[in-house]
T-cell receptor, first 112, second 116 residues
Framework: KQEVTQIPAALSVPEGENLVLNCSFT??????LQWFRQDPGKGLTSLLL?????REQTSGRLNASLDKSSGRSTLYIAASQPGDSATYLC???????????FGKGTRLSVIA | GAGVSQSPSNKVTEKGKDVELRCDPI?????LYWYRQSLGQGLEFLIY????????KSGLPSDRFSAERTGGSVSTLTIQRTQQEDSAVYLC??????????????FGPGTRLTVL
């Protein structure tokens, strides 16, 4: 059974700092991995999707990497801003359009 | 275009009552998913619809939970004889199955269910 773990559970950083969020999964036979953002009381917003054949994806100040063989992904946020404060969720799909298995998230606070 | 919508946004019910939660997926998205988010539990999969195929019900926690999808679009999640442990946020997502953006799941704002 696939399990997804995110470390740390919570993180507080000063504005402007670069930071890395970690995600690990137990079964490396994944099809894709998605990073989401969730603001309090809101649904999830997709940030990046990495296919299993890819090593990384970039969107603006966000860069997600995938090391499938070691069961790890990282989300790098450059020059953090208070507006980045949210919970970040990592999820893996074991085949194309199938339900995702989620980690419990990292709650990020960026302090002005 | 319009995103995934869910109704109601909040639902308070008494233990033992039945509730229906609605999801309107993004137009053209043939895959639809229901998840549940409980405090301290993270998101867990409930049920998945893909086109005309039989739904994947493997995540439903008990036979009190059921869902249907009419006309390949709107979906309704029904919880019968609600229990306090059913209190959670119920999230719906949809995705394409072809095209450049396939597999990315788009989520609705959720329905917060409170069972008293």
């Amino acid at each position: 059974k696939q399990e997804v773990t995110q470390i740390p559970a919570a993180l507080s950083v000063p504005e402007g700092e670069n930071l890395v969020l970690n995600c690990s999964f137990t079964d490396s036979a994944i099809y894709n991995l998605q990073w989401f953002r969730q603001d309090p009381g809101k649904g999830l917003t997709s940030l990046l999707l990495i296919q299993s054949s890819q090593r990384e994806q970039t969107s603006g100040r966000l860069n997600a990497s995938l090391d499938k063989s070691s069961g790890r992904s990282t989300l790098y946020i450059a020059a953090s801003q208070p507006g980045d404060s949210a919970t970040y969720l990592c999820a893996v799909g074991n085949s194309g359009n199938t339900p995702l298995v989620f980690g419990k998230g990292t709650r990020l606070s960026v302090i002005a | 275009g319009a995103g995934v919508s869910q109704s109601p946004s909040n639902k308070v019910t008494e233990k033992g009552k039945d509730v229906e939660l609605r999801c309107d997926p993004i137009s053209g998205h043939t895959a639809l998913y229901w998840y549940r988010q409980s405090l301290g539990q993270g998101l867990e999969f409930l049920i998945y619809f893909q086109g005309n195929s039989a739904p994947d019900k493997s995540g439903l926690p008990s036979d009190r939970f059921s869902a249907e999808r009419t006309g390949g679009s709107v979906s309704t999640l029904t919880i019968q004889r609600t229990q306090q442990e059913d209190s959670a946020v119920y999230l719906c997502a949809s995705s394409l199955v072809s095209g450049g953006d396939k597999y990315t799941q788009y989520f609705g704002p959720g329905t917060r269910l409170t069972v008293l």
